[in-house]
């Protein structure tokens, strides 16, 4: 079966310091993947997808970049935090399908990171 | 473009009472999917239900029931005998098929407090 693992669960770093959230998924290969950040109290926002290795798409211009080095590895990065990079950010996959299969995301458990 | 609104923010219920939860789509296709998603205060999203733009029949399962009317747009959760475990953020969620998979839309999500 297939599972999405996505770590660290929490996370307190310093503003100005760097970043790296990892995700990893078993059981498929060549995943959709995607991250999204949550902040406080509000909805979901997509920050960037990936339809394969190397190739990333960004939804919203920021502070963070993106990475996917292997078929089920998708890295979320920063050079340099900043207090509004604070949030719940969640990795997830989904099957690719042209026709007619849409199961949905499978999420991973989310990473809590708090920007001080 | 696609977009989904929940237009209720938050909901108080006490236990046992039935609730629903609102949600409207707009979207110009017409092969589109509709799903709701739990995120219970740990954070991880939990899948609930998947519905094709072509079937428009009630679904129940438990406690939880949706409604699909493709008339109104809408796609509307309820609890009957509501629990204190179903209190959660509950996002409902659009798909389209594009060429490399799928493509979520969240709405921005409906805090549901169920108090004992």
């Known amino acids: 079966s297939q599972t999405i693992h996505q770590w660290p669960a929490t996370l307190v770093q310093p503003v100005g310091s760097p970043l790296s959230l990892e995700c990893t998924v078993e059981?498929?290969?060549?995943?959709?993947l995607y991250w999204y950040r949550q902040a406080a109290g509000r909805g979901l926002q997509l920050l960037f997808y990936?339809?394969?290795?190397?190739?990333i798409s960004s939804e919203v211009p920021q502070n963070l970049s993106a990475s996917r080095p292997q078929d089920r590895q998708f890295i979320l990065s920063s050079k340099k935090l900043l207090l509004s990079d604070s949030g719940f950010y969640l990795c997830?996959?989904?099957?690719?399908?042209?026709?007619?299969?849409?199961?949905?995301?499978?999420f991973g458990s989310g990473t809590r990171l708090t920007v001080v | 473009a696609q977009k989904v609104t929940q237009a209720q923010t938050e909901i108080s219920v006490v236990e046992k009472e039935d609730v629903t939860l609102d949600c409207v789509y707009e979207?110009?296709?017409?092969?589109?999917?509709l799903f709701w998603y739990k995120q219970p205060p740990s954070g991880e999203l939990v899948f609930l239900i998947r519905?094709?733009?072509?079937?428009?029949q009630n679904e129940i399962s438990g406690r939880y029931s949706w409604n699909f009317q493709k008339s109104t747009s809408s796609f509307n959760f309820t609890i009957t005998a509501s629990q204190v475990v179903d209190s959660a953020v509950y996002f409902c969620?659009?798909?389209?098929?594009?060429?490399?998979?799928?493509?979520?839309?969240f709405g921005p999500g409906t805090r549901l407090s169920v108090l004992p």
């Open positions: 059981g498929t290969s060549n995943p959709n």
């Open positions: 519905r094709n733009s072509f079937d428009e």
């Open positions: 997830a996959w989904s099957v690719k399908s042209r026709i007619t299969r849409n199961y949905g995301y499978t």
């Open positions: 969620a659009l798909s389209e098929v594009d060429n490399y998979g799928q493509n979520f839309v």
């Open positions: 990936s339809v394969g290795i190397g190739q």
């Open positions: 979207t110009r296709d017409t092969t589109y999917y």
